[in-house]
């Protein structure tokens, strides 16, 4: 047996070259019978199978991943008086259960901003006690001068009738002597009143000046006083809505900073959906944006981040996602844990002439197809508009029922 199969390899052998000898030969007796190289029957990546160009709608979409969510807020406390990180006393919000708004979930330690509330409303107290003895001396001392003044209004009203009642006298019944007297007194009188007149002023300005310091001095010590009683509350981390405790972070006696996010909590009768992180401004000038949630068609609106929120987010490294609210009547047809898929158009073309992608190619001239043209392939130029992953849009070149070939 090893022998027969071994007399048979070198005829195998034989018969393949032969054939490769004769396959050369004719290859080139016919090119020299010719003089030319045989053109190729098919241009390169072009199959025979042709489409015609038709009319159509074409929108450029992009698909989000996206799943139905709880609407969860990310709690933290602010600065508190100037201090940027604070103690956690106690915590009260376990995960899982629900609580109610404005229910404390973390206790933050007070005992420092205490202590000062306590010092600023001694300090406010005092400064009040002062005012009050400042005002009250201050408005005695312009009743004082009030009253001299209304007497020294008199006296010299007095003292000018006199001496009017004098000059006006029949002759030789008041002497020369007397009416000098009565003239120095009217003239003493009237200075007697212009001093209780400038004291009065004084006294007036005094306790004006006294009332000035209610503003500078006494509503700045409250205004103070009333944020350290807000930072005592502060310290105290309420639900801002009724809602589940998804995390709590934090544990007791640890230092934590100002906007590092201590509590998730979720309000469930609240849905929205979310995406992986996209290009915001591309939604937000989007031709239409619509989601497919278990296999229904469901609208929505985009949800954009407030510029401090984005930027806030942004500097901490955090992951944004892309969320949508769904439409006032969807809200009781979804569920958490559904997913689906969000539409985004950023463009379309209606009604134009569409052939597909494949068919396109290019050179330095620029977008040609293939075209067939009384059963010849021709090379067409054509002016290519929106494209999307299958069609693309002919803005020129071709007319609607033309056949164009597509590629492979």
Not at 55 to 65: A, P, Q, V
Request: with cysteine; aromatic share 6%.
């Amino acid at each position: 047996m090893k022998d027969r199969v071994k007399s048979r390899i070198p005829a195998l052998i034989c018969l393949m070259l032969t054939g490769a000898v004769a396959l050369l030969t004719a290859c080139r007796d016919g090119s020299t019978a010719s003089g030319e190289i045989p053109e190729l029957l098919e241009p390169k990546g072009i199959s025979m199978a042709a489409v015609p160009v038709e009319r159509g709608d074409l929108y450029i979409t992009t698909e989000l991943s996206v799943t139905v969510v709880p609407y969860t807020e990310k709690l933290f406390f602010e600065p508190i008086s100037g201090e940027t990180s604070a103690r956690v006393s106690q915590i009260r919000a376990v995960p899982g259960e629900m609580v109610n708004e404005g229910d404390v979930l973390i206790q933050l330690d007070t005992t420092d901003v205490e202590e000062a509330a306590a010092s600023q409303d001694l300090a406010l107290q005092y400064a009040k006690e002062q005012y009050s003895f400042a005002l009250e001396q201050a408005q005695q001392e312009v009743n004082i001068a009030q009253l001299e003044y209304d007497a020294a209004l008199a006296a010299a009203g007095e003292a000018e009738q006199a001496e009017k009642s004098a000059r006006e006298a029949e002759p030789g019944t008041v002497t020369e002597e007397e009416l000098a007297a009565l003239k120095k007194a009217q003239e003493d009188t009237a200075y007697v009143l212009a001093m209780k007149d400038l004291a009065l002023q004084q006294a007036k300005a005094s306790l004006e000046q006294v009332k000035g310091t209610w503003t500078t001095d006494i509503l700045p010590m409250q205004t103070r006083l009333e944020e350290l009683k807000a930072a005592c509350e502060s310290l105290e981390l309420k639900a801002p809505f009724s809602g589940r405790v998804v995390e709590v972070y934090p544990y007791e006696n640890q230092w934590v900073d100002a906007f590092d996010t201590l509590v998730i909590l979720a309000d469930e009768s609240r849905v929205f959906i979310q995406g992986e992180a996209y290009n915001n401004t591309a939604i937000i000038n989007a031709k239409q944006i619509d989601a497919r949630i278990d296999g229904r068609t469901v609208s929505i609106s985009y949800q954009e981040y407030d510029s401090e929120d984005y930027l806030k987010r942004k500097l901490s490294g955090e992951e944004l996602p892309t969320v949508f609210l769904p439409a006032e009547g969807e809200i009781g047809s979804l569920t958490f844990g559904q997913t689906g898929v969000v539409r985004v158009c950023t463009d379309y073309s209606l009604d134009t002439l569409l052939v597909p992608v494949a068919c396109l190619e290019s050179d330095s001239a620029g977008s040609f197809v293939y075209a067939r043209e009384n059963g010849q392939r021709v090379k067409v130029y054509v002016s290519v508009g929106l494209k999307g992953p299958i069609m693309a849009e002919i803005l020129s070149g071709l007319e609607e029922g033309a056949q164009v070939y597509v590629g492979d």
